[in-house]
């Protein structure tokens, strides 16, 4: 039997691979040469994410579901069916803190219930993001009859309140949201943006980071902050440098990508990809969607634009987003500056904008491209439960995506966590 378990070989993932030699010694430091050895894998270390905006009900036990986002959500008893399809694929939830909808009324913020909802996802194991900190869109309203240092002090305080007060379970968040657009959006008049036409992109930046840090250091713990926007234009890039050059300190670019319209296409994603890890910053592809309906009309600019009465998932569309999320993935995850992709959905019922985006079907059946991207993310990228046995010196190999495994023996068992890269690890069973 090899001392060595390990997946098939594919080179572009290669940067993704644990190579660990592990020792396996008994309670008194003895290597246990000649082990039988169970080996698992339990958990991925790169981040495949989802929102979590459905199971903000189920994770505070409603009835209904609560007004936790506007841009969607399934009913309860949708979530409590589609909960297993959540769980089997995704490690990280974003999970919604619209400042309109979290603080309706000034200083009665929605703390309680979201925390709730963070701690459920925690204590499944799921890494969990807040969005965002600052945004224009949904602003509160009851900012708009303050004045600019108003509005800034309330920005300060709301920001300093949500990482102090709930940072112990959202470690991660947006600090701001489409800053490229902000002074320019009209829309509607928010205080936010009247606030960014006075300082400016960056100064909108570092309002955003310098409170969210200081809350952090405040409240003991580290804070990990995306940049966050939809426009991957050279707008962003410029912002990015301005951004650096200030001194303002980010830990990872998000890029967006709502696809519908139809999928853009690897040429496409490569430019981008290229041209943003230049930072030398994590990337974090934090809102993807993809149809298996009728693609929304290119003459579109804004998405929120279209309206329909029904968008149905489609057989058709359904094989289309298939093999479009299979490339769209493998191109994403090849990628070394990659390290998260956050897809924006889980099922049609309550998704965003009434599109078929959604990997689970109305009627809560997965569609082909749930069973695509799991085949990928616990199929091609999963280290399948394999027995091995240690060699004379009691080791044995692992070669396979990075994260957490699970080793038994003898009645023992233990769990490693397996980053990147190659090294050596030792472990009592």
């Known amino acids: 039997m090899s001392h060595r378990v390990a997946l098939s070989p594919d080179p572009q993932f290669s940067h993704r691979h644990t190579r660990a030699t592990v020792t396996v010694t008994d309670g008194a430091g003895r290597p246990l040469a000649g082990q039988e050895v169970r080996v698992e894998q339990t958990g991925h270390a790169f981040l495949f994410g989802n929102i979590g905006f459905d199971f903000v009900g189920l994770a505070n036990d409603l009835g209904t579901t609560p007004p936790s986002s506007p841009f969607g959500g399934a009913s309860v008893e949708a979530a409590r069916t589609v909960e297993p399809l959540w ?100 829309r509607e008049d928010n205080a936010v943006t009247r606030l960014a036409q006075r300082l400016g992109r960056v100064g909108m930046v570092r309002l955003a980071v310098d409170a969210a840090q200081e809350a952090g250091r405040d409240a003991g713990r580290p804070v990990s902050l995306v940049l966050n926007d939809f426009n991957l234009s050279a707008d962003y890039e410029r912002l990015v440098e301005e951004v650096l050059a200030a001194g303002i300190r980010i830990d990872a670019l998000g890029l967006q990508s709502h696809m519908h319209q139809g999928y853009r296409g690897e040429e496409y994603f490569a430019d981008v990809l290229d041209r943003f890890s230049r930072f030398g910053l994590p990337l974090h592809l934090t809102e993807n969607t993809l149809l298996s309906g009728d693609l929304m009309p290119a003459e579109i600019t804004d998405l929120n634009d279209y309206v329909v009465d029904r968008w149905p998932s489609t057989p058709e569309g359904e094989a289309r987003q298939a093999e479009e999320i299979v490339r769209h993935y493998t191109q994403l995850v090849a990628h070394p500056a990659v390290q998260a992709v956050n897809y924006w959905g889980l099922t049609d019922e309550g998704a965003w904008l009434g599109a078929p985006c959604g990997l689970v079907r109305a009627d809560h059946t997965p569609k082909p491209a749930y069973e695509a991207l799991r085949g990928l993310i616990k199929g091609a990228w999963w280290l399948p439960p394999t027995t091995t046995r240690t060699d004379e010196h009691g080791r044995l190999e692992i070669d396979a995506f990075a994260g957490d495994f699970r080793l038994g023996a003898r009645g023992g068992t233990a769990d490693l966590t397996l980053p990147a890269g190659d090294q050596e690890r030792s472990i009592v069973l």
């Open 87 to 186: 769980f089997d694929l995704f490690n990280q939830v974003t999970l919604p803190f619209y400042w309109r909808g979290f603080e309706p009324l000034r200083g009665v913020p929605e703390t309680d219930r979201l925390r709730r909802t963070a701690v459920w996802f925690a204590e499944r194991g799921v890494a969990v993001k807040g969005h965002p900190l600052l945004w224009h869109t949904l602003a509160p309203t009851w900012l708009l009859g303050l004045s600019d240092e108003e509005v800034e002090h309330e920005i300060r305080l709301r920001i300093t309140r949500e990482v102090s007060t709930l940072g112990d379970v959202v470690p991660t968040w947006d600090a701001i949201n489409e800053a490229v657009i902000m002074p320019v959006f009209d």
